[in-house]
């Protein structure tokens, strides 16, 4: 039995048979194999889309949650304001400017914004009395202690103004980073067909990921291109809301494209690309500043820790030879 299977083997003819049945099965699965394949690239884009779009779907809850337009003024605020008539006294354009840039609309936020001007300061100054006159803290004439307590009133007065430009400066902050993106997903928007609301109603939408500040501020334009009579008052209410100069320069050149009939999409290309060149400048400006402010740092931190490795050996060394 052993001999016809070595000899079966050994058969040139079966040996060929085997091998060519080898050979169809691999070429059989060799083109079978791709279709049972599953396509793993598909499989994974799908992946990246599904968490794309529950990370927006998340932005978007987290917006329409956290960020309200506009808030109900506290019941005890309205009634303090109205009986001292704050607005009359501490209530200016600058102040409701401000409160625009830092992102509080309506009455509620100027109701707050006047309660704290006249509460802060009052707070600040009998706190300073309580600390330099009954606890008697600071050892200094009666003169002194008074005019101390004059400044403390003075910078509760400016607390709520430097809370405002502190807002307002975060805010613009984050605006102009995510500017340039904007506009260039406006400008897809707009050469694809789109109207200009429905491209700054589908910026808004992208946009919310990256700053939820600018989608916000582009909702809220959006509205008003389609409730306000002139459709100029929504481009300048962008600008003063959110004041930087490439957010001015874009609502101008909007401005005077809805006048003179002039393409969008070329102003809003050209804009684009000086707001990325601007990105890249402030980039520059920076990087550029960075060895000034390193000297100091080296000075104080560097530079004893280099001369004692140097110097300890050799002081160790003459110290041995003594």
């Not at 050994?10 to 791709?34: C, E, H, K, M, S």
């Not at 102009?176 to 904007?182: E, I, K, Q, S, V």
């Not at 601007?278 to 000034?292: G, N, Q």
């Amino acid at each position: 039995m052993i001999q016809d299977i070595s000899q079966k083997l050994l058969d040139p003819r079966f040996v060929a048979t085997i091998l060519a049945g080898v050979a169809a099965a691999a070429t059989v699965f060799a083109l079978v194999q791709p279709l049972l394949e599953p396509d793993r690239l598909a499989k994974r884009m799908k992946l990246v889309s599904d968490e794309r779009e529950a990370i927006r779907r998340r932005e978007r809850e987290r917006l329409a949650t956290k960020v309200t337009l506009r808030t109900e003024p506290k019941a005890y605020m309205r009634r303090v304001v109205e009986q001292f008539d704050l607005n009359r006294w501490l209530g200016t354009d600058t102040a409701k400017r401000k409160l625009l840039m830092a992102g509080y609309r309506g009455a509620g936020a100027e109701t707050a914004f006047l309660f704290f001007r006249m509460v802060t300061p009052i707070a600040a100054f009998l706190g300073a009395v309580v600390y330099l006159f009954v606890l008697e803290v600071l050892d200094q004439p009666t003169e002194v202690r008074a005019g101390l307590c004059i400044l403390a009133a003075f910078l509760g007065i400016k607390a709520p103004e430097l809370f405002l430009m502190n807002k307002a400066k975060k805010r613009q902050a984050e605006v102009r980073r995510a500017w340039p993106d904007a506009l260039d997903l406006s400008l897809i928007c707009v050469e694809s067909g789109m109207s200009v609301e429905g491209a700054f109603k589908r910026v808004s939408l992208e946009i919310t990921m990256q700053s939820i500040v600018l989608a916000e501020e582009l909702a809220l334009m959006t509205a008003e291109l389609s409730f306000l009579p002139d459709r100029r008052l929504a481009y300048e209410n962008l600008s003063n809301r959110i004041g930087i100069e490439p957010v001015k320069a874009c609502s101008t050149a909007l401005i005077q494209a809805e006048r003179y009939g002039t393409p969008i999409g070329a102003a809003l290309r050209v804009l684009a690309q000086e707001s990325r060149d601007h990105r890249m400048t402030e980039a520059e400006k920076k990087a550029a500043a960075l060895p000034p402010k390193l000297t100091v740092p080296m000075i104080l931190f560097f530079l004893p820790v280099l001369f004692v490795v140097i110097l300890t050996p050799a002081i160790i060394q003459v110290m041995r030879s003594m």
